[in-house]
């Protein structure tokens, strides 16, 4: 049975987690035969150093076991950001109801009973490898472009993963305290948001968008993405003078001074208005807005303006 410390090279990983060295083997024994990598904990506190130091891409989790049981080794999973992410299957003798409650309430993805089918343990496998897979190429491409999203379980409002410039904006708007380094939970505000979402069915998607204001600026979170009864994808993009003024800068390639006097003239500031803003002479506006023109090759600021505006959506 191999270790954590094994080369995982390019194969699929999966946990098991059981004290019953026979229940070990023969998962063991039919997965491997299946191809995927097998590591292997006999108690909760080798399963949590485990995972979080070998990123399996799925864990079995037994629910029943002595110290740390498997219900509460799936809620330390879940709380951590490293391993949150990682979808959990309970394996347990118990098919009482509220067992089965247990093991959703602490973050379990689904569960198989005891004596284990392995064929139903590959079904599983297979079905939840499917989504984890989307829900990561989704992630990648979204911290690739840069954009700011989060994905939530709807019916909880946890947050399951942040692109880094989300969580720059959250700790913005929301203060650290409020959004620490491994916080699993939305704000207030966003968790009544999407509680009235899905709670609100297709009636609640009507109200896609919430918008936090703080000073001049706004976050504004969109959902996009509801395909998914596990996690919803939200957007995150915010509006402001600063952020329009950036959004200037790297679309046409001008300099900060040359994005702030278009801006001011794209909100009908006259030359002399935007002087005071700046702190400049009317005579300097006028040099950088014919330097904009020259760049966005238009003859007139109401012509800069429309133009702006068009690529900017705004």
């Known amino acids: 049975m191999k270790k954590a410390n094994d080369d995982r090279s390019a194969q699929t990983v999966v946990l098991i987690v059981d004290d019953v060295l026979d229940n070990l083997a023969v998962l063991h024994d039919a997965l491997d035969e299946s191809g995927f990598m097998v590591l292997i904990a006999q108690d909760g506190a080798t399963a949590l150093a485990t995972a979080a130091q070998a990123q399996p ?36 003798g118990l098919t009482e109801s509220e067992n089965i409650v247990a093991g959703f309430e602490a973050g379990g993805t689904d569960y198989v009973t005891k004596p284990i089918r392995t064929a139903e343990v590959l079904a599983r496998i ?107 994808v939200i957007l995150l993009h915010e509006e402001s003078d600063a952020a329009k003024i950036d959004a200037l800068m790297t679309t046409f390639k001008l300099t900060r001074r040359e994005s702030e006097v278009l801006y001011w003239a794209m909100q009908g500031k006259t030359n002399r208005d935007i002087g005071d803003i700046l702190g400049t002479s009317p005579r300097t506006i006028n040099k950088h807005l014919e330097h904009v023109f020259t760049k966005l090759g238009v003859e007139t600021r109401t012509a800069a303006s429309a133009l702006a505006r068009s690529k900017l959506k705004i």
């Open 126 to 232: 297979s079905a939840h490898l499917k989504t984890s897979r989307l829900v990561h190429q989704t992630r990648g491409v979204l911290d690739a472009f840069g954009q700011a999203a989060i994905a939530v379980t709807p019916g909880t409002g946890k947050i399951v993963w942040q692109t880094p410039l989300a969580r720059q904006w959250m700790e913005r708007y929301f203060g650290e305290e409020t959004m620490p380094e491994y916080s699993a939970t939305m704000p207030p505000e966003l968790v009544r948001w999407l509680k009235e979402l899905f709670e609100g069915g297709i009636a609640g998607l009507n109200k896609p968008t919430l918008t936090i204001p703080q000073g001049s600026g706004r976050l504004i979170f969109t959902l996009v993405e509801i395909d998914n009864d596990d996690q919803w």
């Open 57 to 92: 891409d799925v864990i079995l989790l037994d629910a029943i076991m002595p110290g740390l049981d498997g219900f509460e080794v799936c809620r330390r999973l879940k709380q951590e950001l490293v391993t949150r992410h990682i979808p959990v299957i309970f394996m347990t």
